[in-house]
């Protein structure tokens, strides 16, 4: 009768065991992040190498992985984002207002999870002749990513400065849509077609390592201060779904950019391993961090300046009253403005 029992015993021991093998352990959940091409972008590649993302997914209680999928646009993001196909991914501030607007009041509605970056743009030109707008001939052409990214709304904001009101789309017409590389690469060759550029380092210090490349204007004195040139978006429907979220990004954004501040030198390393460069060197990369170390970060920056001026241009009907309508909770206690 002992030797049953214990006999017992050691088989109900056996099928614990074998239930808790056969018990499914939760789910890892897959975390898809839309990343592009440049500077910019180095706080997600700092994500990745660092799994930062995780780390603080873990402080929140969370098991997930990170996947990255670069694009070379901002409009196939933005598609892939309301897709469904990437979770999140940068947008400039125009096209997040507007992204904002046009889904409002429904679960495809874009929000502000995290800032990423204000490196500033440079709009560049290969004509001696250029000093503004006003300077390219109707046969110029300017090139940028789409006619959605922010660069275009710098050239609208500007286009009204130097032509008056109601021209803001006086240029439109001469802009090419083409990926970064791409950009530097027609205007160093002399093109007589790509005769502008509007860049985001590192190809503002690519590009003017050409003799016949200069400068015209900054983002910065167009918007006439310090503005966010990327901002990390994702759909309501995602944020209600994953409410913890918003706030591991955050944290994890703060924290790559601490790295790129502190440790610029494997912060250019890194960025150089993701986008290997024939035209800068680790030496070149680490003096633009150096000069751009405090542009990384979670804040958002410039959001009622673009989006004054979109309702101003009828772009925005119902703009919002504050920045802080269009972000999460995770933001708003950021130094933004």
């Known amino acids: 009768m002992q030797w049953f029992s214990l006999n017992a015993l050691r088989q109900a021991g056996f099928g614990l065991i074998c239930a808790a093998v ?50 070379s646009g901002s409009g196939p993001m933005q598609d892939a984002i309301l897709s469904g196909a990437v979770d999140m991914g940068p947008y400039g501030i125009s096209a997040l ?44 052409r300017i090139s940028m990513p789409s006619l959605v990214s922010p660069q275009a709304f710098l050239l609208q904001m500007q286009s009204i400065k130097e032509f008056g009101e109601g021209q803001q789309d006086r240029l439109k017409p001469q802009i090419v849509s083409l990926p970064h590389p791409d950009s530097v690469n027609a205007l160093i060759s002399g093109s007589t077609e790509v005769t502008g550029y509007f860049a985001p380092p590192p190809f503002i210090q690519v590009a003017l390592k050409n003799p016949k490349v200069s400068r015209v204007m900054s983002s910065d004195e167009i918007i006439g201060g310090k503005a966010s040139f990327l901002i990390m978006g994702a759909t309501k429907k995602w ?20 790295f ?71 933001i708003v206690n950021t130094p933004s403005s």
């Open 22 to 71: 056969a018990t499914p352990a939760i789910a890892q959940q897959e975390i898809k992040i839309g990343i592009g091409f440049g500077v910019a972008f180095l706080p997600t590649y700092v994500l990745d190498e660092m799994k930062l993302v995780e780390k603080h997914a873990k402080a929140a209680g969370l098991d997930v992985k990170t996947t990255y999928h670069r694009f």
């Open 97 to 140: 207002l507007i992204a904002w607007e046009k889904a409002r009041n429904t679960p495809q509605q874009t929000f502000a999870i995290s800032g990423v970056t204000t490196v500033p743009m440079v709009l560049l030109t290969n004509k001696p002749n250029v000093k503004k707008l006003a300077d390219f001939t109707p046969n110029d």
């Open 239 to 258: 944020i209600e779904a994953n409410p913890k979220m918003p706030d591991v990004i955050v944290k994890a954004i703060e924290e790559a950019a601490a």
């Open 260 to 330: 790129i501040k502190t440790e610029p030198k494997k912060a250019a390393e890194l960025y150089l391993q993701r986008e290997p460069s024939k035209f800068v060197d680790l030496a070149a990369v680490e003096a633009i961090l150096k000069e751009y170390k405090d542009e990384f970060g979670s804040a958002v920056h410039g959001v009622q300046v673009n989006a004054d001026f979109m309702a101003k241009l009828g772009q925005l009907k119902n703009p919002p009253k504050s920045w802080k309508e269009i972000v999460t909770p995770s």
